[in-house]
């Protein structure tokens, strides 16, 4: 029996490729709206695909969708119709739709195998390799993470990479080397094309293991890569003004405020409380930020009448950016997804993130003349040399330097 697994999450719905499926590419071609990711061999749908569409088509085939946070136990859709259809028989939602081969097809799907030529349906190749870091070990790492106060998600990046570790390897924990643990930090990058960062905090994550619950130094010496020395990307006013006056949702709208004129970080903004803002003072209270330290950063005054008039119209409580359910906050990947669509409609063609607002705060403010060691502080920088990488972005001491194309007659 072949099947399918659809893995959805709030922001997107992700269909791998295990192998070469003809069948199943002109199936996913033909519902629309969907991206062919050909390094990662997978169809990246958005949240707003045509659903009815979608499940009608899907409905042909024998799926494991597998959700966001969802339970142990797995679902297969689609077994009993899909057994009762003669071999022969082709899809009829592929059919009339598509001609026999598309050029979406022949630009991106590879070719099959001679072998798998005369099959109909190749729908999944090899299983997931199992996991090999067992329960205990797992349980024993998280407790040393939560006895230390480590925020949940290092804990969730450090069990990832230790499973990862030995999943890739197939080894238990006692049975890696020094020399694969480097073979894997270079399968990461080849394979996965991790950044810098991404790799050290691999490193980090199994030197934390082996040193703190091996009590094993067989990696200490392993070589970190050099941090990537890139520049922050930043927004102008315009581009900022664009921003907010095409998000029309009036949370949505503060969210953004609030992370732009305050300079948050996104997980401190979707944890915001209402008794974490003085509207008198003008002043937001950080309560456990980065680094869990607290901090206070200004309020703007068009934010504190915008959060007045949004409290009193919505009845906001407790959480000023209340998700689903309201008894919880807003996730950060809505948050994101918030600002994605926001750049989408001002039609801004950069490749950022909701964290450059704050990177744009900073700049901002630079640029206006304000010492350097203010915006530390309202950053909650630990140390000024992170807060004076906006000086190479800044154009304040450059505003007054003409190019020399400029002078020639």
């Given at each position: 029996m072949e099947v399918v697994y659809i893995f959805s999450d709030s922001a997107s719905i992700r269909i791998p490729f295990f192998d070469v499926d003809r069948h199943l590419f002109r199936l996913l071609v033909s519902v629309g709206g969907g991206v062919w990711d050909n390094v990662r061999q997978e169809?990246?749908?958005?949240?707003?695909?045509?659903?009815?569409?979608?499940?009608?088509?899907?409905?042909?085939?024998?799926?494991?969708?597998?959700?966001?946070n969802s339970s142990p136990q797995i679902s297969i859709f689609g077994f009993w119709k899909y057994s009762r259809m003669e071999p022969s028989v082709s899809c009829p939602a592929a059919r009339d739709i598509l001609p026999e081969k598309s050029p979406v097809e022949k630009a991106y799907l590879p070719a099959p195998a001679p072998e798998l030529q005369q099959k109909k349906y190749t729908m999944l190749g090899p299983l997931p390799q199992p996991e090999i870091f067992s329960e205990?070990?797992?349980?024993?790492?998280?407790?040393?993470?939560?006895?230390?106060?480590?925020?949940?998600?290092?804990?969730?990046?450090?069990?990832?990479?230790?499973?990862?570790l030995c999943r890739t390897l197939q080894k238990t924990p006692e049975e890696i080397h020094a020399e694969e643990v480097t073979q894997f930090l270079a399968s990461i990058e080849k394979d996965r094309e991790y950044s810098a960062s991404s790799i050290n905090l691999a490193i980090s994550a199994i030197k934390f293991f082996y040193r703190e619950i091996m009590k094993d130094g067989r990696i200490e010496d392993q070589h970190r890569p050099r941090n990537d020395g890139r520049l922050p990307q930043v927004l102008s006013k315009d581009e900022i003004r664009r921003i907010l006056d095409t998000e029309k949702n009036p949370k949505h709208r503060l969210l953004l405020m609030l992370v732009y004129s305050s300079g948050l970080r996104v997980s401190e903004v979707v944890a915001l409380k209402m008794e974490h803002i003085d509207l008198s003072r003008k002043v937001i209270h950080i309560r456990l930020g980065k680094g869990r330290k607290d901090r206070c950063t200004l309020l703007s005054e068009k934010a504190a009448l915008f959060i007045t008039e949004y409290c009193d119209f919505f009845g906001i409580q407790k959480w000023l950016f209340p998700g689903q359910p309201p008894t919880r906050p807003l996730t950060i990947r809505s948050a994101q997804h918030i600002f994605d669509k926001a750049v989408r409609r001002a039609e801004i063609h950069k490749k950022i993130s909701i964290h450059c607002l704050r990177h744009t705060f900073a700049t901002h403010l630079l640029e206006s003349g304000t010492d350097i060691r203010y915006i530390q502080s309202l950053l909650g920088h630990s140390n000024v040399r992170t807060t004076e990488r906006y000086t190479h972005i800044a154009r304040r001491n450059v505003l007054n330097i003409q190019s020399p194309l400029d002078s020639i007659p």
């Open positions: 169809f990246v749908f958005g949240i707003n695909i045509n659903s009815a569409r979608f499940e009608r088509i899907a409905s042909y085939i024998p799926y494991v969708r597998v959700d966001e205990f070990w797992q349980n024993k790492l998280e407790d040393e993470l939560r006895s230390r106060k480590y925020s949940p998600r290092t804990r969730r990046c450090y069990l990832y990479f230790n499973r990862l």
